[in-house]
């Protein structure tokens, strides 16, 4: 048998082609329209403000005025805190200050007790937050959005060492760090990871937080996200030129837009929900327990007295805020709701929640790090108190300058 040519082996391929293949005529339909609208900038960048906005209002609207707000909070303080009030024995006693709070409070923030504060802000607050926001996170999912957002975002993310698919692990982190952290794993470079875990830890608030930050501070939230979103894109930039390695191109598969399957979106909610009780909910308690067993034992008011020169000289917040500092190593939301309770101007209030936001992260995305190795742990620990006095510092001198400090 003689071997073929390289014109006859083209030619024996158009004829098994010729055979095998049959061709047609294509047809635009409306998804192909929308594949395409929705990934080319000029049009899929408003697309995507558009997208971003309307989670964004359905995210406010559902947990904090529909559920919070509407009921939540009706039924905590107009019967649930009454009652325990009522039947808890012995106002003066150490388990009533731990388990009920202050008995001259009139609502389950002010109270802050374990079954006052503490149930209140996990299922009153913390879980229709993330009910809703698990929801709108699956469907942009499994329709094949996703893909399309880090196609656009990936430009921008370039720019400070990241690529498109980066915007996975934010999106993700908004909801919560830990799948956030592990998410990570899709980038490339040792470098990238590194990168995108220490900025998730630092400057993307969770589904939770958001939630206690739209119940204690809704005409300020707007403003918090931009300061953390423009923190999370200067030391991105100087994290790129700082560390060592390589920031590979993207190459994405984007999938064409399909319906969300009802049964898959259930699943997940399921999942996802059910692992935030099992996770959130305890940690919640058990950081107001510890919070209050500290007060009791005077470490607050030690430490607010050691460090207020700190606090109010480079952060510009009350020394009243290290108890809320040390209930953000369980849980940030707790950690927000606490800051309620503090006498405070609108601008210190705007202040701790930032601190509060790029202190040390929550124990839980703490553990997922570590599971990254040491390494990792330890770096991403070195840039968090970097950032903190660096950036808190900075907050602090731009209210100054502009007479609100």
């Not at 990254?372 to 840039?383: C, D, R, S, V």
């Amino acid at each position: 048998m003689t071997a073929l040519s390289m014109d006859e082996r083209w030619s024996l391929a158009d004829a098994i082609a010729g055979r095998t293949v049959r061709t047609g005529v294509f047809r635009r339909t409306l998804s192909d329209a929308l594949g395409d609208l929705t990934i080319s900038p000029l049009t899929g960048i408003p697309v995507a403000f558009a997208v971003l906005y309307a989670f964004w209002s359905i995210f406010s609207s559902f947990a904090g005025d529909l559920v919070t707000d509407g009921f939540m909070v009706k039924l905590f303080d107009a019967h649930w805190l009454p009652w325990l009030q009522s039947v808890w024995p012995d106002p003066q006693s150490i388990l009533y200050f731990l388990f009920v709070g202050d008995p001259a409070a009139e609502n389950c923030f002010e109270a802050f007790g374990v079954l006052t504060s503490g149930l209140f802000v996990s299922i009153g607050v913390v879980l229709p937050a993330v009910f809703i926001f698990y929801l709108t996170m699956t469907v942009l999912e499994d329709s094949g959005y996703l893909p399309r957002l880090a196609v656009l975002a990936d430009t921008l993310l370039h720019r400070i060492g990241l690529h498109g698919y980066a915007v996975v692990p934010m999106i993700l982190g908004l909801g919560c760090n830990v799948p956030a952290i592990t998410a990570t794993r899709i980038l490339e470079t040792d470098k990238q990871r590194f990168m995108m875990m220490t900025l998730i830890a630092i400057f993307i608030p969770c589904g939770a937080q958001l939630g206690i930050m739209l119940a204690v501070i809704p005409e300020s939230v707007g403003l918090v996200i931009l300061t953390l979103l423009v923190g999370f894109a200067l030391f991105g930039f100087i994290f790129n030129r700082l560390l060592p390695g390589e920031n590979p191109e993207i190459l994405i598969d984007v999938p064409p837009y399909r319906r969300p399957m009802f049964e898959n979106v259930s699943r997940k909610m399921k999942i996802r929900t059910m692992g935030f009780l099992r996770e959130a909910i305890p940690f919640v308690l058990l950081g107001v327990l510890l919070v209050n067993v500290l007060y009791l034992l005077g470490v607050i008011g030690w430490l607010s007295s050691a460090l207020a020169p700190v606090f109010v000289l480079w952060f510009g917040v009350p020394p009243e805020t290290v108890g809320p500092l040390l209930a953000a190593f369980l849980r940030k939301d707790l950690a927000v709701a606490q800051l309620s309770t503090i006498p405070m101007t609108a601008y210190q209030m705007f202040a701790s929640v930032i601190l509060v936001s790029i202190y040390f992260p929550c124990v839980a995305t703490f553990v997922m790090l570590l599971k990254e190795g040491w390494k990792f742990l330890g770096g991403a620990m070195l840039a968090l108190m970097t950032v903190v006095f660096l950036y808190g510092g900075l907050i602090h001198l731009a209210g100054m300058l502009l007479g609100v400090a």
